[in-house]
């Protein structure tokens, strides 16, 4: 948690440091305010994509573009959230829930996909799959807003793990 600053988060909030101390008592406190906004934003990417009249191709590199935009902008505070989350039980519990959200979602939409014959069938099931899928974008988000110069650059990033996700899935890229 030390890795963010102060200056970081204020900016983060919208406001100036010295208005930090005047609406948050802590760094997690604020940890904990921006998560709520930070979720909002993947949640709407990930749902109004899944939702959407995309192709599936269109649909999954709007997901992950979206995801590491969100890492992009907001990776100190992300990689805080993961660090706070493992010690205070209500950041824990409130992003155990918003990934859950997002991986039921996706899992429901797989099995859509497996009913008309579009998504190949499981095993894995797909909650299972999907669960391995947003796991892996969150960590090659993490990764990504550590070395700002990711090999190969985002576009290509988002390319991998766009045809990792259409094999998975569908069998096809």
Known sequence: MTAI??????????????????YFDSRDA????????????????????????????????????????????HGPLMRAMDVLAQSDPGL??????????VVREAAFVIDRLRTTGAALSGPPSSLDLAWALTHMYWRAGQQASLDPATPRGDDQLVETLTIITLRAIFGTS
């Open 92 to 101: 824990r519990s409130f992003w155990s829930a918003v990934t859950d959200t």
């Open 30 to 73: 604020v940890v904990r305010a921006l998560a709520a906004r930070v979720s909002d934003e993947l949640r709407d990417t990930v749902v109004g994509a899944m939702n959407s009249d995309l192709s599936a191709r269109e649909a999954v590199s709007a997901v992950i573009t979206g995801l590491l935009e969100r890492w992009r902008l």
């Open 5 to 22: 600053t102060i200056e970081e988060l204020a900016a983060g909030a919208g406001i100036s440091r010295s208005s930090f101390y005047f």
